[in-house]
């Protein structure tokens, strides 16, 4: 289906529009599911064992990071090409690269700042208390960290979306052939 510039082409194919929809017998299906199988807590939160967990965590932030930054030295040394897909998946790494050093030093401090810095029971309940020290207010501001991966991810789909569009375009060759 594709879709309509001005009025002068000829309007879509309704069954065609219909088809993408579900049935109505699988869209009661699926409600009964819903109702009779309710969503149980995901428990997606999940904390680290000390201090092993915490070593591990921080290691593997290492790694990423090491990872992140051959594939930016890759990229400079040997550039696969020079469009606007290259360009924005060379920004997500950036800032994917952002958010690991972020994270890692929000994790830093969290391990240093003393018990007493927080109040609240779990994770979802912490609360910073004051006196702000230096160390204190680079922990809070580094917990916004969504600001750095949010524009990560954002060019990483950016990027992939161009260079599917470039590949749809130009099909590749089989090697040895020439256009």
Avoid at 136 to 164: I, K, T
Wanted: charged residues 15%.
């Amino acid at each position: 289906m594709s879709i309509r510039k001005n009025f002068t082409q000829p309007a879509p194919n309704m069954r065609d529009i219909a088809s993408r929809f579900p049935s109505r017998r699988m869209a009661t299906g699926m409600v009964a599911a819903a109702i009779l199988f309710p969503a149980t807590p995901a428990m997606a939160i999940q904390s680290h064992g000390a201090p092993e967990g915490l070593y591990v965590h921080m290691i593997a932030h290492v790694w990423y990071c090491a990872a992140l930054l051959f594939l930016l030295w890759t990229l400079r040394k040997r550039p696969p090409g020079h469009s606007a897909a290259w360009r924005n998946f060379r920004l997500a790494l950036i800032f994917f690269l952002l958010w690991n050093t972020d994270a890692f030093i929000v994790h830093w401090l969290y391990s240093r700042l003393p018990d007493t810095a927080f109040t609240g029971q779990g994770l979802m309940d912490y609360r910073l208390v004051g006196p702000l020290t230096t160390a204190r207010w680079v922990y809070y501001l580094g917990r916004f960290d969504h600001l750095l991966c949010v524009p990560a991810m954002f060019f990483l789909v950016l990027s992939l979306r161009r260079l599917c569009r470039e590949t749809a375009s130009h099909p590749p060759t089989k090697p040895g052939t020439a256009p």
